[in-house]
């Protein structure tokens, strides 16, 4: 998941960059380095951890700057929403069903889990409590 959102995550931050505005000779600026954008995406914690680094230095007359890399952290509890998915789906395999209320309660309604039942498939909805972010995934089933 997180290789699929630092894909959209980096095309989306080339597409914000106006190279051409550094590059044309109005500013004065000489553009040096590679100029590769680089994103890294991390699920952390509660949240998302992005790292975007543009391997570039601006130079103008004598002085000269680089870019530090920019770091940003989403509340976006993708990690945590993953882990419930994940045990999920090891009690649909291991047992055919899974106790969504048991689970809500042991993890005191930190987590809420929907479930809609188009058999023979499930279809599961995970929201943090408090977020508006929610991991949507089915689970196919057999029919009889």
């Known amino acids: 998941m997180t290789d699929n959102l630092n894909n959209v995550l980096r095309n989306e931050v080339e597409n914000c960059i106006n190279k051409d505005l550094l590059e044309s000779q109005k500013f004065g600026y000489e553009v040096r380095g590679s100029k590769a954008l680089t994103t890294k995406t991390e699920a952390v914690g509660s949240g998302i951890l992005v790292t975007v680094n543009y391997d570039i230095q601006l130079k103008k007359d ?83």
Request: proline share 5%; net charge negative.
């Open 62 to 144: 004598e002085d000269i700057t680089s870019l530090k890399p920019v770091n940003v952290v989403l509340d976006i509890p993708l990690k945590e929403l993953y882990d419930v998915s994940y045990d999920i789906v090891n009690s649909e395999a291991k047992f055919g069903n899974f106790e969504q209320l048991f689970y809500m309660l042991n993890k005191k309604g930190k987590y809420l889990i929907n479930v809609e039942r188009p058999f023979p498939n499930k279809v599961y909805k995970i929201n943090k409590d408090g977020n508006d972010y929610e991991l949507w995934f089915a689970v196919e089933g057999e029919s009889s």
